[in-house]
């Protein structure tokens, strides 16, 4: 009897355990898991990897062979060239653990998101809009804290982007998908996002004030924001491959693939915002939240 006839008791036992659907077929034990498309093959005869490999369905990704006895350098040159795990009695005790595991479910046309993202809706129903101030003068002069002697009401214009994405899930394959609102200021080129934002918008504005027209241009401002939201949604993401007896565990940082982020036809929205000129320098405050810009991000029309 081999060893992998003697192991086939017990691996029969853990991989029934460990959710593998278990078949004989001639050339030894099959053992397919649909969830994470993972499949064993324990050999049971004298059989080259060749052999084995046209064992595997096309569908399962990770495939592992165990074998009675160390199949030779050309074997495992094949096996590594077709993506196929080999183990022997010596490597198969410190795999087992890796291999009845149950990974991350692997799409199926059944379960994967359907298509790449879809274009999502305008950022708002208009094209130009400009957002009501709150803050009235007297609002700034209290808020700032300074003794200003020159306040000016600034309408300081953005490109407001709705978009679409899916992030790449922690261990793999397709995460969520997500609706958010990118801004880019059309004067310092800068993005923002507003999260959980529900601006109010009027058609004038009765306080004086100076409204700025745009220096960035619509394909600037696309560009700068799918640059930096493909940064904001780069995930880690854990990749394992095994190695002889060796699980290696790589981190790779993932971001939006091209199918996996849309952006809507830009909004053009002016925000308001006060500058207070004092002795001291300037203040901006956003006339919506009455937030101060903070000296790290500079003049937002500057």
């Given amino acids: 009897m081999s060893a992998a006839d003697r192991a086939s008791p017990l691996l029969r036992r853990v991989l029934m355990a460990a959710g593998y659907h278990l078949e004989d077929r001639p050339l030894g034990l099959r053992a397919i898991r649909r969830a994470d498309r993972r499949a064993v093959f324990v050999v049971a005869?004298?059989?080259s990897i060749e052999e084995i490999a046209s064992e595997f369905p096309d569908e399962c990704v990770r495939r592992t062979i165990v074998c009675a006895e160390e199949?030779?350098?050309p074997a495992r040159a094949f096996a590594a060239e077709h993506g196929l795990e080999v183990l022997v009695p010596e490597t198969l005790g410190s795999a087992l653990g890796?291999?009845?595991?149950l990974g991350p479910p692997v799409e199926t046309a059944e379960t994967a998101p359907p298509g790449p993202v879809t274009e999502p809706p305008l950022a708002f129903p208009n094209q130009e809009r400009t957002i009501r101030p709150r803050l009235t003068r007297e609002d700034a002069e209290r808020v700032a804290g300074v003794d200003g002697f020159r306040y000016t009401l600034r309408l300081v214009p953005y490109y407001v982007f709705a978009y679409r994405v899916r992030t790449a899930a922690p261990h793999g394959g397709a995460g969520p998908v997500t609706d958010?609102?990118?801004a880019v200021s059309a004067i310092s080129g800068k993005v923002e996002y507003w999260e959980n934002r529900e601006p109010e918008f009027v058609a004038e504005i009765e306080e004086p004030h100076q409204r700025l027209e745009p220096s960035v241009t619509e394909e600037t401002a696309l560009r700068t924001a799918e640059e930096s939201t493909r940064r904001r949604h780069t995930v880690s993401v854990d990749h394992s491959e095994q190695h002889g007896g060796a699980l290696i565990i790589e981190r790779r940082r993932v971001p939006p693939g091209p199918e996996d982020l849309h952006f809507s036809p830009p909004v053009l929205?002016?925000?308001p915002?006060?500058?207070v000129e004092s002795a001291d320098g300037r203040v901006i405050l956003d006339a919506v939240t009455g937030i101060k810009t903070p000296e790290s991000e500079g003049d937002p029309a500057a």
Avoid: D, I, N, Q
């Avoid at 890796?98 to 595991?101: D, G, K, Q, S, V």
């Fill in 180 to 182: 958010h609102l990118a």
């Fill in 98 to 101: 890796e291999m009845l595991l």
């Fill in 273 to 275: 915002y006060w500058y």
């Fill in 71 to 73: 199949p030779g350098e």
């Fill in 269 to 271: 929205v002016h925000c």
């Fill in 45 to 47: 005869s004298a059989s």
